[in-house]
């Protein structure tokens, strides 16, 4: 078996576990509200939680498959400066709520699906804001220009924030789709940290994060420069 196929038995996996244990919840629960119409509320609120739960599954599904086959042929000049005012001006709400400050050095144009980079950038971001510390949110995205181990040159982006920074038990585990954090607040399916390796990878680069806990964590990826 193949590595990709075995990390893909895995998420097939995992997808039917959180899948199955959201049905069976509102199964009982509903079985339940049949036999007994006490406490209907309650009961009815675990059922909706449920489908909510679901609901927000297979959004994560739909988008990691989206991820997942992305092609060349879809790829065009991105100007990833123009990418990142985009993701800020969605994450402006969430932005202005935790007076978090987003700065950034000058950023290149590469070669990529505009679609699915704007979606890295925002997800990490948005990462960024979830797992903040005491202290507001301050991130920084800068991007420098390196040889690859191939020869070829690439730019390397780093998405840099002052959280609370992640334990190096967890610096792989939490690429992993439906992987949390032990502090991470329950939003979303826990799905974009894969989806951003997943599209990064398909542009030919890599995603990996260094930390120090306590000092904030690094988000860095990869993209082979234009033309070559």
Known sequence: ???SDRELGEFLQRACH???????????????????????EQRLGFIVDGARKIDSLTDGLSAYSIALQVQQDSF???????????????????????EAEVTSGELPAVSGNPD????VLENLLR??????????????????????????DEWLFAVRDNG?????????????PFER???????????????????????????????TPGTGSTFFFTIPVIGQ
């Open 164 to 176: 609370p920074g992640i334990e190096a038990a967890y610096l792989e585990r939490i690429f992993r």
């Open 18 to 40: 959180d899948l199955k244990g959201s049905l069976r919840a509102i199964r009982a629960q509903a079985e339940l509200l049949g036999r007994d119409h006490t406490d209907f």
């Open 116 to 119: 699915r980079l704007l979606q």
């Open 1 to 3: 078996m193949s590595h």
């Open 127 to 152: 990462n960024a804001l979830r797992h903040r510390g005491q202290a507001s949110p301050r991130i920084h995205v800068t991007a420098v220009k390196q040889a690859a181990a191939d020869g070829r």
């Open 76 to 98: 065009q000049p991105a100007r990833m400066d123009v990418l990142l005012r985009t993701a800020l001006a969605r994450l402006d709400k969430e932005l202005r709520n935790q």
């Open 181 to 211: 954090l032990s502090t991470a607040k329950p939003e979303g399916p826990g799905m974009g940290l894969a989806i951003c390796r997943a599209i990064v990878e398909r542009h030919g680069g890599k995603l990996w994060a260094e930390s």
